[in-house]
């Protein structure tokens, strides 16, 4: 079997007048989504087709094999846990979706 990029992608409904609060809180988690294995993270805002306050956060890993690994370190990561609480005490949107895809063509 062939290894394959994989992409995992979060929609956020964001609420209109915290949408800052969401891009610094996205930097945040980018940051430590790249320490722990992700090679990239995109955050994505919607310009046509939904409406404007919804985002899509993706992490690029290199595998199915290195996502899971990403995940288990993150799991236990004290730093995700802390991001986390911040952000859920007052949230600033809410999450639509989330699915895991391969990039076929890598």
Not at 10 to 22: L, S
Not at 33 to 62: N, W
């Amino acid at each position: 079997m062939v290894d394959m990029k994989v992409f995992h992608g979060t929609t956020w409904n964001v609420e209109p007048n915290r949408m800052g609060d969401f891009i610094k809180y996205c930097a945040k988690a980018a940051e430590l989504h790249k320490s722990l294995g992700a090679e990239d993270v995109r955050l994505m805002s919607t310009i046509a087709g939904g409406p404007q306050t919804q985002f899509m956060y993706v992490m690029v890993v290199e595998s199915e094999e290195a996502f899971g690994s990403l995940m288990k370190t993150l799991n236990n990561s004290a730093e995700w846990s802390a991001l986390n609480k911040e952000f859920f005490a007052d949230p600033c949107g809410e999450v639509v979706n989330a699915s895991l895809r391969q990039d076929i063509f890598s």
